[in-house]
């Protein structure tokens, strides 16, 4: 039973399964919904299509079982949500905040290339704008049709200047029709009701751009904590890219052993003591959680 209005959730991309570093993630969203004695939920983010392994959501989740850790409420797929993030995307078009957009990636590299003579910025492409005066207004009724990706207009003047210069226009909705990772996490975000987002630091810099999106759309604004990567030996982001191998502890003292391992990169000194099963395990690990925080957390 919940104790206080804390909600969290972990929200892996099926695009292969649970490696070490997810792991660590999912324990530390769990861990700090717990230790607040809050709700937390799971919810499979398979917009993606093309980036989706058929079957890999619920492996993922036999992987979270056996260590612990199941949704407080039934599992959420964004491939099911289709209709709330067109709402909200029709919400910022109608604020005027949207715009289509039919360049391509080669395209806006020559034209940053043209601005800046030939040198393209260390950050990546920051989209110029060029489409922001010259697609025609679309009518709502049509949103859904067009063939061009939408990107949102960002204000120029404003507390939000370093998000234009640092990110620019950004996409919403892909010119495939799917919908931006941007748009459907603020989106569902807010639908489940989420208080606290716990997950890699490789997202850090996304968070202005979900706050942006919360602060246009009337969305509540969510507490974000980041925690380190877990590296490969290459010190590379372990990841599907990278090889990084599921994991599928053969036997209970293995799933002790990940758990073990994957508190430790949090920081979790778990005391010593006989601990032989993955519940005890995971109650010694949220009395260990409440006044330590992961070793150089990122919070927002
Ligand atoms: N689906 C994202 C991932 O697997 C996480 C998104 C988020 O937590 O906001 O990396």
């Given at each position: 039973m919940s104790k206080s209005n804390y909600r969290g959730r972990f929200a892996p991309t099926p695009s292969g399964l649970l490696h070490a570093g997810s792991l660590a993630t999912a324990l530390a969203s769990w861990l700090d919904a717990k230790a607040a004695r809050g709700i937390w939920l799971i919810r499979i983010e398979d917009i993606d299509l093309p980036r989706v392994v058929t079957g890999a959501d619920q492996a993922i989740l036999q992987q979270l079982a056996l260590f612990g850790m199941t949704s407080d409420e039934p599992v959420v797929f964004q491939s099911q949500r289709q209709n709330s993030y067109k709402e909200q995307l029709e919400k910022l078009h109608l604020q005027g905040l949207t715009y289509p957009c039919n360049c391509s990636r080669k395209e806006i590299t020559h034209h940053i290339q043209r601005q800046n003579g030939s040198n393209l910025p260390t950050q990546g492409l920051i989209y110029p704008g060029t489409c922001r005066t010259i697609t025609p207004w679309i009518d709502p009724s049509e949103l859904n049709h067009c063939r061009l990706a939408i990107r949102v207009r960002l204000p120029r003047d404003d507390q939000h200047q370093l998000l234009r210069q640092t990110v620019g226009d950004f996409v919403v909705r892909r010119a495939d029709q799917i919908i931006s990772y941007q748009l459907a996490v603020v989106t569902d975000d807010a639908q489940q009701?989420?208080?606290?987002?716990?997950?890699?630091?490789?997202?850090?810099?996304?968070?202005?751009?979900?706050?942006?999106?919360?602060?246009?759309?009337?969305?509540?604004?969510?507490?974000?904590?980041?925690?380190?990567?877990?590296?490969?030996?290459?010190?590379?982001?372990?990841?599907?890219?990278?090889?990084?191998?599921?994991?599928?502890?053969?036997?209970?003292?293995?799933?002790?052993?990940?758990?073990?391992s994957a508190a430790s990169h949090l920081g979790i000194q778990i005391p010593n003591r006989n601990i032989q099963t993955v519940p005890e395990w995971l109650q010694s690990a949220i009395l260990a959680w409440p006044d330590r925080q992961p070793p150089c957390a990122i919070t927002f």
């Amino acid at each position: 039973m919940s104790k206080s209005n804390y909600r969290g959730r972990f929200a892996p991309t099926p695009s292969g399964l649970l490696h070490a570093g997810s792991l660590a993630t999912a324990l530390a969203s769990w861990l700090d919904a717990k230790a607040a004695r809050g709700i937390w939920l799971i919810r499979i983010e398979d917009i993606d299509l093309p980036r989706v392994v058929t079957g890999a959501d619920q492996a993922i989740l036999q992987q979270l079982a056996l260590f612990g850790m199941t949704s407080d409420e039934p599992v959420v797929f964004q491939s099911q949500r289709q209709n709330s993030y067109k709402e909200q995307l029709e919400k910022l078009h109608l604020q005027g905040l949207t715009y289509p957009c039919n360049c391509s990636r080669k395209e806006i590299t020559h034209h940053i290339q043209r601005q800046n003579g030939s040198n393209l910025p260390t950050q990546g492409l920051i989209y110029p704008g060029t489409c922001r005066t010259i697609t025609p207004w679309i009518d709502p009724s049509e949103l859904n049709h067009c063939r061009l990706a939408i990107r949102v207009r960002l204000p120029r003047d404003d507390q939000h200047q370093l998000l234009r210069q640092t990110v620019g226009d950004f996409v919403v909705r892909r010119a495939d029709q799917i919908i931006s990772y941007q748009l459907a996490v603020v989106t569902d975000d807010a639908q489940q009701g989420i208080t606290h987002v716990v997950r890699g630091a490789d997202l850090l810099d996304n968070v202005a751009r979900q706050v942006w999106l919360q602060q246009v759309l009337h969305l509540p604004v969510v507490n974000y904590l980041h925690i380190p990567l877990v590296l490969s030996p290459q010190s590379e982001k372990l990841s599907k890219q990278t090889m990084a191998p599921a994991i599928w502890p053969p036997n209970p003292l293995a799933t002790l052993q990940f758990l073990y391992s994957a508190a430790s990169h949090l920081g979790i000194q778990i005391p010593n003591r006989n601990i032989q099963t993955v519940p005890e395990w995971l109650q010694s690990a949220i009395l260990a959680w409440p006044d330590r925080q992961p070793p150089c957390a990122i919070t927002f």
